[in-house]
Every structure is written in C-alpha cells, then in structure tokens.
C-alpha cells in the first residue's frame, strides 16, 4: 500500500515549512494523488516486463502472460514453462533470466516479500538480489507498495529535474547532489520524490 493523500500532505506540509522552493511550488501546483501499486512479486514481475519498452508493449507482453499462466499464476507457474513458451509472450533471453531469478527466490523462500526488513537500506538490498531489479528498481517498489515515508529515488531523471525547477537552480543536479539536498527532509522524503514527478512537467513552475 503506497502513500496515502493525507500521508501526502503531511509529509510535503514538513517539508514547505522548512523549504520555500517546496512551499511556492505547492501553490502552484498544488498537492499530488497517490501513486499506489500491489505488494508482491507480481508488481516486482510487471517491473521486469516494463524494463526498456513502451507502457503500452508492456501491456501486451503481461496480457500474454496472463494468457499463458492464467490470472492468478504463482511463481512456479513461470518457472513450469519452457523458454519458447515465455518466449512467444514477448519475454526476451534476459528478460526471462530476471523474471526467473524472482520466482526463484520468492518460491524457495529465500525473498519474503512481505516481510522485508524494516530498514531501507536492508530491503533495498534484499530487493536487489534478484537479476534485473537495481537500486531505482528497488526504491520505486518501497514507495508505491509499501508506501516507505522515508524513500528517496534521486537516480530517478525525472527525480533529478523537478527538484531542480522546484529549487529554481541553473541546472539539473546530478545524482549525489540530489541525494544531498534532500538530507535535511528526512524523514518525509517518500512524499517529496512523488511531488517532484508531480512537477516534471508542470508548465506553470
């Protein structure tokens, strides 16, 4: 369960009280809604199919799949299939590497998805065991599906960019800097990252 609206507002209310880039940005654009998705391998699976392709094919590839294995499939219903099976649902050598190394671990056990250690940097780690998930990866899946208070994806582009205009600086921070400046908002940065996508594109800021 992700981030709720209220969980939302109090975060970024922290956060504008001590920051006026964040304050003037929330009137102008005014708070977002909340990004939430299942927890469970299936949205880590649904990460794996999206890698790299539009959201559309992606739509597809996971309709075949759904096709294939049926709509409630387990982790040892991908594992049953061949590779020309996965194959013809869209699902690459690699991609099938990935979406095999998850049913593996969750299936043997050895990744309770529902159990994650309560520290990020632990999760965050357990999580990037599996083959093809990263730390972008990782974090994205703290957020919308567990709703973490405290993540803060600052390898994210888009992360990168709306904290820039929010901040009004001369150019887009990279990756260090990001992680940086957002030092000072713990522990409402979760709220704060899905503000910032909420400005990327923003025409008014």
Same mark, same amino acid.
């Given at each position: 369960?992700?981030?709720?609206?209220?969980?939302?507002?109090?975060?970024?209310?922290?956060?504008?009280?001590?920051?006026?880039?964040?304050?003037?940005?929330?009137?102008?654009?005014?708070?977002?809604?909340?990004?939430?998705?299942?927890?469970?391998?299936?949205?880590?699976?649904?990460?794996?199919?999206?890698?790299?392709?539009?959201?559309?094919?992606?739509?597809?590839?996971?309709?075949?799949?759904?096709?294939?294995?049926?709509?409630?499939?387990?982790?040892?219903?991908?594992?049953?299939?061949?590779?020309?099976?996965?194959?013809?649902?869209?699902?690459?050598?690699?991609?099938?590497?990935?979406?095999?190394?998850?049913?593996?671990?969750? *299936?043997?056990?050895?990744?309770?998805? /529902?159990?994650?250690? &309560?520290?990020?940097?632990? +999760?965050? %780690?357990?999580?990037? !065991?599996?083959?093809?998930?990263?730390?972008?990866?990782?974090?994205?899946?703290?957020?919308?599906?567990?709703?973490?208070?405290?993540?803060?994806?600052?390898?994210?582009?888009?992360?990168?960019?709306?904290? *820039?205009?929010?901040?009004?600086?001369? /150019?887009?921070?990279? &990756?260090?800097?990001?992680? +940086?400046? %957002?030092?000072?908002? !713990?522990?409402?940065?979760?709220?704060?990252?899905?503000?910032?996508?909420?400005?990327?594109?923003?025409?008014?800021?």
């Amino acid at each position: 369960m992700g981030l709720s609206a209220k969980q939302i507002k109090q975060g970024l209310d922290a956060v504008a009280a001590q920051e006026p880039g964040i304050a003037r940005a929330l009137e102008i654009a005014g708070y977002p809604e909340p990004r939430i998705r299942p927890t469970g391998y299936k949205t880590l699976l649904r990460t794996i199919v999206g890698q790299q392709v539009s959201v559309a094919a992606a739509a597809s590839v996971w309709r075949k799949l759904e096709g294939e294995l049926g709509e409630d499939f387990g982790p040892g219903c991908l594992l049953e299939r061949d590779f020309d099976t996965l194959r013809a649902c869209g699902l690459s050598r690699q991609k099938q590497g990935y979406a095999r190394s998850l049913c593996e671990l969750v *299936g043997a056990g050895e990744l309770d998805l /529902e159990n994650l250690p &309560e520290d990020d940097e632990e +999760a965050i %780690a357990q999580l990037t !065991r599996i083959k093809g998930i990263g730390r972008w990866s990782a974090e994205i899946y703290l957020l919308f599906a567990e709703g973490r208070p405290d993540i803060w994806p600052a390898g994210d582009l888009a992360v990168m960019a709306g904290i *820039g205009k929010i901040l009004g600086l001369d /150019e887009r921070p990279d &990756e260090k800097a990001t992680r +940086a400046l %957002a030092e000072p908002w !713990r522990p409402h940065r979760g709220a704060t990252a899905i503000f910032t996508w909420h400005c990327y594109d923003n025409p008014a800021l």
